[in-house]
């Protein structure tokens, strides 16, 4: 027999062995409008503000999710069905399994359906913060320009809607800004916008975009908005596997607890998040927030370290028939590899990080990755390395150059992604290459090699890696690991590497 969870079912739970909310969920309102209630949010932010609501404090800190995509109708469906609330399942290496029910999300608006009630949520003075997990393609960010890519179907609905009209936003940034119209019309200070995506700069990114969209509705309304809305930056990192069936069943099976969407998740968790707060917040920082001036030292260690190490392993895992980072990382070759890339290349690029020891962290993301019960996939980091070898590893090659380093080990990862572009695996087999410029990347791939081979062509694309082709202190090496992946594969290739 299982218990559902739901409000009623909790003492049922709690007497399975099972963590539940020890506050009053009754007495807790929403302060928080939370748009994009995955996974990460109920893993990270929402798990926080649990915390500080178990500590006695944060009851008019409560969270209202917001879905703004049609698919969203069933987390909508089962937010309903269990009173908001939810099951966190921290995921240990030992395979022991550590659940709790999260009580902070109070209620769950699907804004397809429930418009209306998002808008006016948002624009009620109640709501000092609208905080955002809606991926990076969620800010309409023009990958060769920076600027707002205001061609998306749902931003060219919002903007075609006119000031004042009746009719209700159907994107984030719609919703966000009308809101703020609102409040402004009315005189009420607005919320502060914490955008908690994996991006670098998040929060100057969503200032810059949603205000390019407030622009080309009203002038006046984006002038407001740049000079009076907070964006505060954060760094945020804890591994989140997609939940799956499997994971649905062990938490019926071990715990006896029914629940139709939890979350499963790595132990380590960190948040940097600049104190930059008009209207108050939570206080983050009685539960392991580190609220900081200045986040840019984390974001730099988290890209150049833990971004960074994840396409260092990747590429020369998957061409050596590994499938999950665990099994790359139980490997001492590849082990050896990725720390001397992050100890001798990544952290000689960074400033020091306020509270952090770098050697422990090096130590701790091999760990994480480690981590057998995460599983997580190659294949998924693999995916859009166009988005990521230029963001987290090429600012590492060209801080290197710049002081005179070596980058032998950054050269055999961009070497790496290479040859993985080829489509074919040293098996072999072939490799469905996911990535936004699938065709470019794959062709410059398909010239490295055959009768009019060049070499460097993968590397003749300023928009990924500037003028690097052009360095030798850089083809050199590139060139020499990209010919002993071709000649001898991935793992003679990375024992070459360790006798340099």
Request: charged letters at 25%.
């Amino acid at each position: 027999m299982t218990t559902h969870l739901s409000h009623q079912t909790l003492d049922e739970v709690a007497g399975l062995g099972v963590p539940v909310p020890g506050y009053d969920r009754s007495a807790v309102t929403t302060g928080i409008v939370h748009v994009g209630v995955g996974g990460f949010h109920r893993a990270h932010q929402a798990m926080y503000v649990d915390r500080l609501m178990q500590a006695g404090g944060a009851q008019d800190w409560g969270i209202t999710g917001v879905g703004v995509l049609p698919g969203d109708a069933r987390m909508a469906e089962v937010m309903a069905a269990q009173d908001g609330l939810y099951t966190l399942v921290v995921k240990h290496p030992d395979g022991s399994l550590e659940p709790r029910v999260i009580g902070s999300i109070v209620d769950y608006l699907h804004a397809p359906s429930r418009g209306q009630e998002v808008v006016d949520l948002m624009a009620a003075p109640s709501t000092r913060i609208v905080s955002l997990t809606v991926t990076e393609g969620g800010y309409h960010v023009n990958q060769v320009t920076g600027e707002l890519d205001a061609e998306d179907d749902g931003l060219q609905h919002d903007l075609a809607v006119p000031v004042g009209d009746a009719t209700l936003p159907v994107t984030a940034f719609g919703f966000v800004v009308e809101a703020l119209a609102r409040r402004r019309a009315a005189g009420v200070p607005p919320f502060t916008v914490m955008s908690c995506d994996n991006i670098q700069g998040n929060g100057e990114v969503a200032h810059k975009m949603i205000a390019a969209f407030a622009r080309l509705r009203d002038a006046d309304l984006a002038d407001w908005i740049e000079a009076e809305v907070a964006f505060p930056n954060s760094m945020v990192d804890r591994i989140t596997p997609v939940t799956t069936d499997a994971d649905r069943g062990a938490l019926a099976e071990r715990f006896g607890v029914e629940d139709g969407w939890p979350v499963v998740c790595e132990p380590f968790t960190q948040w940097a998040l600049e104190d930059h707060f008009p209207l108050g917040r939570p206080a983050f920082e009685e539960v392991g927030v580190q609220v900081v001036e200045d986040v840019v030292p984390y974001e730099l260690m988290k890209l150049r370290l833990l971004n960074a190490s994840h396409q260092a392993l990747t590429y020369v895992g998957y061409l050596a028939g590994y499938r999950y980072a665990h099994e790359v990382c139980t490997d001492p070759l590849f082990v050896d590899f990725l720390l001397r890339y992050m100890t001798n290349e990544g952290t000689p690029t960074l400033a020091e990080v306020p509270g952090v020891d770098l050697a422990a962290y090096r130590r701790q993301l091999i760990e994480r990755f480690a981590n057998p019960e995460v599983r997580d996939t190659l294949a998924r980091l693999c995916a859009e390395s166009s988005d990521r070898i230029p963001k987290w590893l090429v600012p590492v090659i060209t801080a290197r150059l710049a002081a005179g380093g070596a980058v032998d080990e950054a050269a055999l990862v961009v070497a790496s992604w290479a040859r993985y572009a080829e489509g074919v695996d040293e098996a072999g087999q072939s490799i469905d290459v996911v990535d936004r410029r699938k065709e470019q990347v794959m062709a410059r791939a398909a010239r490295q090699t055959g009768p009019d081979a060049d070499e460097l062509a993968f590397l003749r694309d300023p928009a990924l890696f500037g003028d690097l082709a052009e360095d030798e202190r850089f083809t050199g090496p590139y060139l020499e690991a990209l010919r002993s992946l071709h000649e001898h594969g991935a793992r003679t290739t990375l024992e070459e590497w360790a006798r340099r």
